[in-house]
């Protein structure tokens, strides 16, 4: 081992109380952090998942003013035939065409408004999460059949089940009256009481003939193979879309502002409160690297008679911060990990989580997981302050006479 | 007392024997200090808000209904007492406020669009006082007796079916037989709410005008009562539910708005634990600083033992020694917070993320609240764990033997 190596090791260990304790601090933050980002960034993607696979995807293909406004009116003309020339065009599955309209769903017994959609039996379970959440009775399967599937929630409110009727009153696109009995033939449990009592799904052949749509539909839904590509898949799905049709292409940002927004307003929170917890390890780096530097100021005096330059104390000095750093960022990234990993296996929740999540349609328990990013992003910038911490004391270093070091004792 | 006075002058001077030591404790603890109060101050200005804004929509802070009706608001789940007994139960009570309304899902159509809402019928003269929003501030008029013939929506509804004031819609239900229960209704008021949510989920009619279409008689759905103070509803409760039997369920709006009771319980949770984490990120320095400042000084405490000092004096010195650092770096981050929120108690404009403010149910003006208790709690807290924390140092430090520790190098 190289001798500035040995020297900034024994160095550290000269008040193991003291590092034990600076080291402490850190891991007790890098823990916080780690469990912390993992568990947020988790929640961010539940969030962003549950919300573009239930409603809007990743992009939308529609008319115009139609993401502020939603009437019925403005709609993709020849809606089928559309998603079918995008899914050869862009030679990918996750494209569904959809329609949707507003109507009263009366049971027997009860009646409630509810938003209904008309879907791509065929491709609708590409984009949505709905068909895979069916907990009773079977998905849609004929585009131009009178069924319908509703969410649990729903189906309790209406006092019905698999095999019943139900009739849908609302308006069509021209403003006419429009009616309809339809089946349940399935029933559908997200966990979210939002989407199981306010949604339904029913072939849109149907759809477009309840609703005099004539072909037309409200909307393409495209999903891409992550979040990450969805940008590139917008600007293809832009120039395959004809120059002549006035159809607009919305990003998922677009379609829920609030979720971004949402997240936007949560992270600049959290990241103030992670902010502080790395300011206030900082300075207890900086108190414990200035009395080891203060204490030692007999003996620097000393070797600095003997010839050594300042600038290598300061480096002796960075080195023994760098390696309690290091200790710290390790043993705080490793229990951090563990930490997270336990709620990965038993599940992270508090009472009255669930109220407090919905709004954003989370369930009431999440597993969060600790990543190779989200494990070592926090413990690094802790790591980082430790080393700017020192720079204070290390600096002082220049600053000392040796002679008059030598005298104080 | 006199033993007192020396032993805080004694720790008050140890205190700046190391005064760069000291100063940068006080940095961090003052640091911490003005992190806990900022961030409460803000989040405690966003839930009051929130809650503000969360009641005005249901709005009364105790309620009664129908034992299902939480669960399932149909028009089949009424409170089983008409108007007039009502009337005899409650109107000699002596509550601040009262009124009933009737309360169902129903659908709004204009020969443009439909649109899910839910129906009040209120008693607009009852709820004045404690409206939903300020009855005088609408486009048009607002309802005047319950049985006013017109409907007032909200602006952005309006804006959606494309209404206006002088326009007719349809409004359309279910009566207790199942049977559509529909009427048409002249618009006379639009209303504007702090939140776009609000605005679209509402749409107000006169009591007995409601109770004809739905023809339940002199029935309602629901009866509220308001108290002096939406934090302690019990009074009210108490009073409500001794005047009532188990046919109906009496409700606190925590109960009725599950996510804002949550919310307003959260809150105190939070903030604790926000507290507790940073003075844990602290407590690692504080007590380094102890044991530094103990280990430095080991032979003036064999001195002052051998010299007959009490080791409880030594014990004392030393806690006071931390408690003084402890208040004064509090009393900075203290005033610190007071002077960064005070400039912004006018509002800080986040409307950058209205959308995703709304997600959380908050509106996009957030005004800070610097509250005392909150201050107090912070304070309090502090000291007692730095109390708990010094313990183990100043122990350590009183049980030295005084031979060893003068003899110590």
């Known amino acids: 081992m190289n001798i500035v190596l040995r020297l900034a090791w024994r160095n550290l260990w000269r008040h193991s109380r003291r590092t034990w304790l600076t080291i402490g601090a850190m891991v007790f933050s890098n823990v916080l952090l780690v469990f912390m980002i993992s568990l947020q960034f988790g929640m961010y993607g539940l969030m962003i998942d549950n919300t573009l696979k239930v409603f809007s995807g990743h992009m939308q293909v529609q008319a115009p003013g139609y993401k502020d406004d939603q009437k019925m009116r403005q709609v993709v003309p020849d809606v089928q035939p559309l998603a079918a020339h995008l899914r050869s065009e862009l030679a990918s599955d996750t494209i569904a065409a959809r329609g949707w309209a507003f109507g009263l769903a009366s049971s027997a017994e009860r009646s409630y408004g509810i938003g209904i959609y008309g879907v791509e039996p065929d491709f609708e379970p590409q984009v949505s999460n709905i068909p895979g959440l069916i907990e009773e009775g079977r998905y849609l399967d004929d585009t131009n059949a009178t069924e319908i599937v509703i969410g649990t929630m729903l189906a309790r409110n209406l006092r019905i089940g698999i095999g019943d009727e139900l009739t849908l009153l609302g308006s069509g696109v021209d403003g006419s009256f429009a009616a309809a009995v339809v089946n349940v033939v399935g029933i559908f449990g997200s966990g979210v009481k939002e989407i199981d009592r306010n949604i339904a799904q029913m072939p849109l052949g149907a759809f477009q003939d309840i609703f005099y749509m004539n072909g037309a539909g409200h909307q393409v839904v495209l999903l891409a193979p992550d979040l990450g590509q969805a940008d590139i898949l917008q600007a293809r799905v832009e120039t395959a879309l004809s120059d002549d049709s006035d159809l607009v292409v919305h990003g998922w940002d677009e379609l829920q502002p609030g979720l971004k927004q949402a997240i936007q307003a949560d992270m600049s929170s959290a990241f103030f409160m992670y902010g502080i917890l790395v300011i206030l390890v900082a300075f207890s780096v900086l108190n414990t690297q200035l009395m080891s530097v203060l204490e030692r100021t007999h003996e620097f005096g000393i070797v600095m008679s003997l010839g050594l330059k300042p600038g290598r104390l300061g480096r002796l000095v960075m080195l023994e911060t760098a390696m309690m750093g290091f200790i710290g960022m390790i043993l705080g990234a490793l229990a951090g990990a563990l930490f997270t990993t336990w709620f990965t296996v038993n599940g992270f929740t508090y009472p009255g989580m669930e109220e407090m999540v919905a709004n954003f349609n989370l369930p009431g328990r999440v597993y969060p997981r600790a990543t190779l990013v989200s494990s070592f992003a926090g413990p690094l910038v802790v790591f980082l302050f430790t080393l700017a911490a020192a720079v204070y004391p290390a600096l002082r270093l220049h600053r000392l006479h040796p002679v008059e070091a030598m005298r104080t004792t | ?409």
């Open chain 2, 1 to 409: 007392m006199h033993v007192f006075v020396v032993l805080c002058r004694l720790a008050w001077r140890y205190l700046w024997r190391n005064h760069r030591r000291t100063i940068v404790m006080l940095s961090a603890i003052a640091i911490g200090a003005w992190a806990m109060i900022f961030m409460t101050a803000l989040t405690r200005g966003m839930v009051d808000q929130m809650i503000v804004d969360g009641i005005s929509v249901i709005p009364g802070h105790v309620l009664i209904h129908d034992p299902d009706y939480l669960d399932d608001p149909s028009v089949n789940n009424r409170v089983a007492l008409s108007d007039a007994e009502l009337d005899e139960r409650f109107g000699g009570a002596g509550f601040a406020g009262w009124s009933s309304r009737v309360r169902v899902p129903a659908i709004v159509t204009s020969e443009r669009e439909s649109r899910g809402v839910t129906l009040l019928g209120i008693d607009p003269e009852a709820e004045r006082s404690f409206a939903f929003f300020d009855y005088d501030d609408v486009d048009g008029r607002f309802l005047e007796a319950p049985d006013d013939k017109g409907v007032v929506l909200g602006a952005k509804l309006a804006d959606t079916l494309e209404t206006r004031v002088g326009k007719r819609v349809v409004l359309m239900s279910q009566d207790p037989d199942n049977e559509i229960a529909d009427r048409g209704f002249r618009v006379v008021g639009l209303f504007h709410a702090e939140m776009d949510a609000t605005e679209e989920s509402f749409a107000f009619v006169g009591k007995r005008t409601a109770q004809d279409m739905l023809r339940i008689g002199d029935s309602v759905s629901e009866v509220v009562f308001v108290g002096d103070d939406y934090r302690d509803v019990e009074p009210v409760y108490e009073k409500v539910a001794a005047l009532v039997d188990d046919s109906v369920r009496v409700s606190r709006w925590t109960e009725v708005d599950t996510y804002l009771g949550t919310m307003m319980g959260m809150m105190d949770g939070f903030m604790l634990i926000w507290v507790i984490v940073i003075f844990l990120a602290l407590s690692f320095g504080l007590v380094n600083t102890l044991v530094m400042a103990v280990f430095e000084r080991i032979r003036e405490i064999g001195l002052m033992l051998a010299l007959g000092m009490k080791p409880a004096m030594i014990l004392g010195q030393i806690i006071i020694e931390s408690m003084m650092l402890l208040a004064v770096g509090l009393l900075i981050g203290d005033v610190l917070a007071w002077v960064t929120i005070k400039p912004l108690e006018g509002g800080i404009d986040i409307s950058i993320v209205a959308e995703g403010m709304e997600m959380f149910g908050a509106s996009s003006t957030l005004y800070p609240s610097f509250d005392i208790d909150d201050v107090i709690l912070a304070n309090v807290v502090v000291m007692i764990l730095g109390f708990l924390a010094s313990l183990s140092p100043a122990w350590r430090a009183s049980r030295y033997e005084p031979v060893e520790a003068i003899t110590k190098v």
